[in-house]
């Protein structure tokens, strides 16, 4: 219908001139003489080779403003579809954030790290690396059923598969036989993990159940089968540095379960620090009021944040701690309130969070915007080595927000948080900070987060100079 509406008035400007230019031509050749017969017969096929070159450069003119609108159009509509339907997606690797070497000029991701590397001191009296906890090793989108992918994480290699009925599952990566990697060319049978070097199949306990050249599995075959929990979006494991077996649990976000919220999206943040750096900062209350104090388009170069224009619109936070309950000491609460100052003056959104941190890995932070937006951010940090986590935050809300504003505040929230790893990509863990009385709450926490820490759990003991081989 469209094409007709375009194509048609054109065509009948062609028909048109074609009908002037052939009773030119009749006319002409039935008046004259031979001479004056041929030329104007030549005339008017120039006249006729004219206009055919007008209607055809016209033709292409309005094909080509028909397809470019086409296009702009199609574009509109797959950046609306985009905005509207597909969650939003932001991964900053381990050098994107604060590491700026001006004297060096332009150096690479590897030789910015190697400088960081040199000159970075790491804490003195760090405390152990990896505490004991439950730690997000894949989203749940990114493990179809009947797939199966390698992570390290925790000092430790696991596989993680989903079964072909959708459970999943996480094992040792590497195969009691002879150490083949289950991740890397095994695959999922039935609700099994069979390795790819023998084609041993394990099943989600760990026990050995097939050996395909042999009649007999002998006991000791098995592999180690580690903890795991489906919860939230994300597929979670269990440490323990002495194999104790989980001492709690994390619990269901039952919105996200029954699906009352919608996913929004996810935010991805490498870093380069110790796990305990990153929770830390909650209870932090004076850093909010200066690293996170100027709106988000200010954009994340903490160097710059202090010119005028930036300061038109400020964030203001408030945060109380009201502790742990008796029954799960486990988690930590609080309550955070947010306001937007405008010019100094005018209060505007206001939004209150109940933030709950689980264990060392996992923080749940539920906000309510004017009693009608409701969502939650899951936020979860991962020690992939002893000082580099990966830091995750997923949102989901109400049917009520609409999903490009939640989109937009999430990036807000994205530029926020890049301004906390250009602190943590720098800093060294001070175990003894000098504190100002307004701070007491981090030493509060500290205490709490130390309950995570056993005697036996692991401590950096590699020097400064072997680590970050990115
Ligand atoms: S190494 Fe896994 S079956 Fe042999
Ligand atoms: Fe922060």
Same mark, same amino acid.
């Given at each position: ?73 199609? %574009? ?11 969650? &939003? ?58 797939? #199966? ?12 598969? +989903?079964?072909? %009925? ?48 042999? $009649? ?23 440490? =323990? ?14 919105? *996200? ?5 919608? &996913? ?19 209870? $932090? ?6 690293? =996170? ?10 160097? /710059? @944040?202090?010119?005028?224009? !930036?300061?038109?619109?400020? =964030? *203001? ?21 947010? #306001? ?10 206001? *939004?209150?969070?109940?933030? &709950? ?12 915007? /004017?009693?009608?937006? !409701? ?31 939640? +989109? ?7 530029? @926020? ?16 900070? !000098? ?6 709450? *981090? ?9 995570? &820490?056993?005697?036996? /759990?692991? +401590? ?11």
């Amino acid at each position: 219908m469209l094409l007709n509406t375009v194509v048609q008035p054109a065509y009948d400007v062609y028909n048109g001139m074609m009908a002037v230019v052939i009773t030119r031509a009749n006319e002409t050749s039935s008046g004259a003489n031979n001479t004056s017969s041929t030329l104007n017969q030549e005339l008017a096929m120039e006249d006729l080779q004219l206009l055919i070159l007008y209607s055809a450069l016209k033709m292409i003119l309005v094909c080509g403003i028909f397809f470019l609108g086409l296009g702009a159009l199609i %574009t509109i509509l797959y950046y609306l579809y985009d905005l509207f339907f597909v969650p &939003y997606e932001r991964v900053k690797r381990l050098g994107s954030i604060g590491y700026l070497n001006h004297e060096a000029g332009q150096p690479s991701k590897k030789e910015i790290a190697n400088l960081i590397r040199k000159r970075r001191k790491i804490g003195e009296d760090l405390p152990p690396v990896y505490p004991n906890g439950w730690f997000r090793l894949v989203d749940s989108l990114q493990l179809k059923k009947g797939e #199966v992918k390698e992570v390290s994480a925790i000092g430790q290699h696991f596989a993680v598969f +989903r079964t072909k %009925t959708g459970k999943a599952n996480i094992l040792d990566a590497y195969c009691p036989h002879m150490g083949g990697n289950l991740a890397v060319g095994g695959h999922v049978k039935d609700e099994c993990l069979v390795c790819p070097y023998h084609g041993w199949v394990f099943s989600a306990k760990g026990e050995c159940v097939k050996i395909p050249y042999s $009649d007999k599995v002998p006991s000791f075959a098995n592999t180690k089968s580690w903890p795991c929990r489906e919860v939230n979006g994300a597929i979670f494991v269990w440490y =323990h540095c002495d194999g104790v077996e989980p001492e709690w649990e994390l619990p269901e976000i039952s919105e *996200i379960t029954n699906r009352t919220y919608g &996913y929004v999206g996810r935010i991805e943040h490498h870093v380069n620090t110790h796990i305990q750096d990153i929770p830390e900062n909650g209870s $932090d209350q004076a850093h909010l009021g200066h690293v =996170h104090l100027p709106h988000s388009l200010a954009g994340n170069e903490l160097s /710059s @944040q202090t010119t005028s224009w !930036k300061k038109i619109a400020l =964030h *203001i936070y408030e945060v109380v701690c009201t502790g742990s309950d008796k029954d799960t000491p486990h988690i930590l609460n609080f309550d955070l309130s947010h #306001v937007l100052l405008l010019f100094s003056r005018w209060k505007f959104m206001p *939004i209150l969070f109940k933030v &709950y941190q689980i264990g060392p890995g996992c923080v749940h932070l539920h906000f309510n915007f /004017s009693m009608l937006f !409701k969502g939650v951010y899951v936020h979860t940090i991962t020690p992939t080595e002893p000082l580099h986590q990966v830091v995750i935050h997923r949102c989901y809300c109400n049917w009520a927000m609409p999903k490009w504003f939640a +989109r937009i505040i999430l990036h807000c929230l994205a530029v @926020q948080v890049d301004r906390d790893v250009m602190i943590w990509n720098n800093k060294t863990f001070q175990p003894r900070p !000098k504190l100002a009385k307004e701070d007491k709450l *981090i030493a509060k926490f500290r205490r709490w987060f130390s309950q995570f &820490y056993s005697e036996n /759990s692991p +401590r950096l003991e590699m020097k400064s100079d072997d680590m970050l081989n990115w």
